[in-house]
């Protein structure tokens, strides 16, 4: 059986945002076990699953990511919406849109240090979907 469950979140500033507790919080019954899976319905911003007890590594990865895929980056064609907008889907690509963690007795099995973040690569955001999946 799945089943679905929708959340918005943000807007955003650009960076890296822990969404762990919004994202459960939306979930109301959890199964025994299964799978949790979570999607991102958006080309310019991703998820990912990361260490959330030192906010130096968020600006850690935002330091990276931006040295990946730079604004004004020459040769770069698809800038219909300005200069963040195709490093903004480079980003999208590398962080992935999908993050799934199985679930056991009843709950996430996240690891002690680990946090879903939604990683915002626009300098303007709009409001995220997400599309949570329960799958027992």
């Known amino acids: 059986m799945v089943t679905h469950y929708t959340l918005s979140v943000g807007p955003f500033k650009r960076g890296f945002h822990l969404i762990t507790n919004d994202v ?5 019954q959890w ?3 299964g799978v949790f899976q979570l999607f991102i319905q958006h080309t310019s911003a991703g998820i990912c699953i990361n260490e ?3 906010p130096a590594v968020r600006v850690d990865f935002e330091l990276f990511f931006d040295r990946l895929a730079p604004e004004h980056l020459p040769g770069i064609q698809h ?3 300005g200069p963040d907008d195709m ?3 480079i980003k999208s690509v590398l ?3 999908t993050v799934s963690i199985p679930i056991i007795d ?3 099995a996240l690891g002690t240090w680990q946090g879903i973040f939604l990683c915002e690569f626009r ?7 997400l599309i949570i999946s329960i799958i027992e």
Do not use: I, L, Y
């Not at 459960?24 to 109301?28: E, G």
């Not at 300098?123 to 979907?129: G, Q």
């Open 24 to 28: 459960f919080k939306v979930v109301s």
């Open 31 to 33: 199964p025994d076990h």
């Open 52 to 54: 959330h007890a030192d």
């Open 79 to 81: 800038n219909d919406e």
């Open 87 to 89: 490093p903004a889907h």
């Open 95 to 97: 962080s992935g849109s």
């Open 106 to 108: 009843g709950r996430p």
């Open 123 to 129: 300098t303007n955001a709009t409001r995220r979907k």
